[in-house]
């Protein structure tokens, strides 16, 4: 059969097979834009060139959560055999890939022994390239669901969202050593901002013993929130793992009933690749050590 006699075929071009994987593994053209580094207007156009390329609905967008349809899955499964195949061959040309891992990390987890291990990592694994960003966790949560974080370790209150793995966290009343203010009515709180983590418990906590209380200080710095509490601007509640000698923790003799609503709580997605999957098994050891 001459050139000019053999039917049309589609050739697949790889970004467009890449984008239709990114939107079913999100289940959404907005998240897999971010992570995409695109806009969801040039997803939704890759996706729809694709749909017309093979004449077949690729996904279901009626729901909220798109979701492939039948024919979607029959070329998910190749879709994703040509990107390994690709990456294999980049691989095989470039003599290594560089994986890039997007980490989010509370501000107290961004130092000690999880820096140590995470720096270990990365030694043991110089194709793999580590970005992590710190900041309250209500901020990395919602960074990650946008899908510009592969993995976070955040605060939260005890199940309230399932995640990869998660360990009750030891919360302690903090006052200062050398400058104490519990005695002073009313009691300066030193806090996170207006639903930062801990707050309203803060507060609920303080009017449930019949004391008044005042803001002495508000910041979204953990470091700001130490030094003012060693300080003497007013007492807070913080994780047991940044408490310094420069603190007194507060108890029973003070009136304080310990807090047990908080965890410490890990989340991937479930398409994530095996470096994440083993970064967060890191970071779940690094919590279950500290329980012990």
């Known amino acids: 059969m001459s050139d000019s006699a053999k039917p ?3 050739i697949y071009d790889l970004d467009m097979l890449r984008t239709l994987v990114m939107v079913a593994d999100c289940g959404s053209f907005t998240t897999a834009a971010a992570r995409l580094h695109s806009t969801q207007s040039t997803v939704s156009q890759k996706v729809r060139r694709l749909e017309e390329m093979v004449g077949q609905q690729l996904l279901d967008r009626s ?4 979701h492939p ?36 990390l509370p501000d107290d987890f961004v130092a000690g022994k999880t ?10 694994n110089p194709k793999v390239k580590l970005e992590i960003t710190g900041g309250l966790s209500r901020d990395l949560m919602t960074t990650y669901d946008r899908g510009e974080l592969d993995l976070v370790l955040v605060k939260q209150r005890r199940h309230s969202r399932e995640a990869v793995a998660c360990q009750p966290e030891r919360i302690d009343w903090l006052d200062s050593a ?6 002073q009515d009313p009691i300066p709180l030193v ?4 639903r930062g983590l801990y707050r309203d418990d803060m507060i609920n906590a303080i009017e449930a ?7 002495g200080f508000t910041s979204s710095s953990l470091a700001g929130i130490q030094e003012a509490v060693a300080n003497g601007l007013g007492v807070s509640l913080l994780p047991h793992r940044v408490v310094t000698a420069a603190h007194r923790i507060l108890g029973a003799e003070e009136g304080f009933k310990p807090i047990t609503v908080f965890e410490a709580a890990i ?4 398409t994530a690749d095996s470096m994440v999957k083993a970064l967060a098994q890191i970071l779940s050891d690094i919590l279950r050590s500290e329980a012990d």
């Open 8 to 10: 049309n075929r589609p």
């Open 63 to 66: 729901n909220r959560e798109v």
């Open 69 to 104: 349809t039948d024919a979607g899955e029959t070329l998910l499964g190749y879709a994703r055999h040509l990107l390994a195949v690709s990456n294999q061959l980049t691989e095989a040309m470039s003599g290594g890939i560089t994986v890039t891992v997007r980490i989010g």
């Open 115 to 124: 820096m140590q291990a995470l720096a270990a990592f990365n030694r043991k």
């Open 178 to 183: 050398q400058f104490p203010c519990f005695v």
């Open 191 to 194: 806090t996170f901002p207006p």
């Open 209 to 215: 013993m019949g004391r008044n209380w005042r803001i």
């Open 267 to 270: 989340f991937h997605r479930p």
